[in-house]
């Protein structure tokens, strides 16, 4: 069965047919109903190569995550999702694991199959040889993670807004000594939760104690091993930042370890709100990130450059967090 075919028993022109199954707006929805109806009742489909050779697009966006088993992962990739399905196009999904060098084998296999765009989920940004295979032209978005010293477009969150309101929160139930465990040392991300900690430490007038910033991976066992610093510590802190909800889970356990109780014995906050934080006995205090929605802010800005004619000027987009109060902190003990 062919396109003539189709538009002999839908009794519409060919141009008609080919805008009906590719869903252009200017085609009525009942001339649309009656294209649909006669190609399915013909066995017709439509030719995703010729469409690609006629367009030179092949419908195809790449991304790049970091940490696939991360339980964040899945929010952002349903975002991304979203907007790929309402533009029709397919996604090519890789897993860096964090490392720069399979990251620039998965980049150069998505380029090599003429993606029409990247998103990339917190990868390596600095490197001359990422920054080669990203000025090839191909559009991308950087999301959770950018680079300092390059202009990209971009997709993030408000990580000052974020860590001041779960410091504040701290502070209005007596928490002074508060411990942060950090992110990765390459994440521009980890680096803006580090400088919001000690802008809001100077907000609330608190000593910086630099003993009391320890460094994670985002990882439970990076959580774990931190937290046991914190303990062995005198005086300890009486409340600890971790740098997302995984590194919070592995100071529960921790913590379960060593006979500590939270908040009882110290208060905890983590950051991403994972549908596991909210599970009892977890119940974690913790800063909402909109991940769904930047996944499909960045898929949404991609595509914008795939369409349009001419480059423009980098963008970024900004989402709000929100502290989301449960059981895991509460008034300052000395304990």
């Known amino acids: 069965m062919s396109i003539f075919d189709v538009a002999r028993e839908a009794g519409v022109a060919v141009s008609t047919v080919s805008n009906a199954l590719t869903g252009k707006t200017i085609v009525k929805e009942s001339t649309r109903a009656r294209v649909q109806a006669a190609a399915d009742s013909l066995g017709y489909r439509v030719s995703v190569v010729a469409r690609s050779l006629r367009m030179q697009r092949t419908f195809t966006l790449g991304v790049l995550l970091a940490d696939v088993a991360n339980p964040s992962s899945p929010d952002f990739l349903r975002g991304i999702e979203d907007i790929a399905d309402r533009e029709q196009c397919s996604l090519l999904v890789c897993n860096t694991d964090g490392q720069l060098e399979k990251q620039l084998a998965q980049m150069r296999v998505l380029l090599d199959r003429r993606v029409d765009g990247l998103v990339m989920l917190s990868q390596h940004c600095e490197s001359p040889e990422v920054r080669a295979l990203l000025a090839g032209g191909t559009p991308y978005v950087m999301l959770q993670r950018r680079s300092l010293y390059h202009e990209d477009n971009y997709v993030g969150a408000n990580n000052e807004e974020g860590i001041g309101a779960a410091v504040k929160h701290l502070v209005g139930l007596g928490h002074q000594r508060i411990g942060l465990i950090r992110g ?56 600890i930042l971790a740098a997302n909800d995984m590194s919070a889970i ?7 370890g060593a006979g500590l109780r939270i908040p009882q014995d110290f208060s905890l906050i983590g950051l991403d709100d994972i549908e596991m934080a909210s599970f009892s006995p977890i119940n974690l205090t913790t800063i909402a990130l909109q991940r769904r929605e930047m996944g499909a802010a960045a898929t949404a800005m991609v595509l914008k450059m795939v369409f349009q004619k001419s480059p423009s000027k980098p963008k970024q987009k900004i989402f709000p967090m929100k502290l989301i109060v449960r059981g895991s902190t509460g008034r300052v003990s000395e304990n």
């Open 184 to 239: 990765p040392r390459d994440s521009s991300t980890a680096d803006e939760r580090y400088e919001a900690y000690l802008s809001a430490l100077r907000a609330h007038r608190l000593p910086f104690n630099p003993d009391y910033v320890v460094q994670g991976d985002y990882q439970v066992t990076g959580g774990y091993e931190a937290a046991t610093r914190f303990f062995a510590m005198r005086p300890r802190p009486t409340a």
């Open 250 to 256: 592995g100071v529960m356990n921790a913590a379960h």
